[in-house]
């Protein structure tokens, strides 16, 4: 049975910093691509961040370029996210997701965090 658990989100100020992480559990951590997404209310679910499977590629949503650092331990089965200069529009539930390398949608999901950046 495949888990994704996130930890490390909570309340912070603008302009302040949060590092999620994401474990992941029943399935070959080393040949999937893991991925950040948020949704924040009211809104659709949107596309974060990246990596694949090697850590050697990384992709990010335009308004988080410079600010967001995705990376992984592939030794440990975890991903992170570490999260600089927040801005009250990051505040949304972030999840955590993973796709085999070789597969066009993600396959698994983590259960959501909440990150509240206050102005």
């Known amino acids: 049975q495949v888990q994704l658990v996130e930890s490390g989100a909570g309340l912070v100020q603008a302009g302040g910093s949060l590092r999620l992480s994401c474990a992941a559990s029943g399935l070959p951590f080393s040949r999937y691509t893991m991925g950040w997404f948020r949704q924040a209310p009211g809104k659709e679910r949107e596309f974060v961040a990246s990596i694949a499977w090697s850590g050697t590629s990384t992709y990010y949503l335009d308004s988080v370029k410079g600010r967001f650092t995705i990376s992984r331990d592939n030794a440990l089965y975890t991903v992170f996210l570490q999260m600089n200069s927040l801005k009250p529009e990051d505040t949304a539930v972030y999840y955590c997701?993973?796709?085999?390398?070789?597969?066009?949608?993600?396959?698994?999901w983590g259960q959501g965090t909440q990150v509240t950046v206050s102005s």
């Open positions: 997701a993973a796709r085999r390398f070789d597969a066009g949608q993600y396959q698994y």
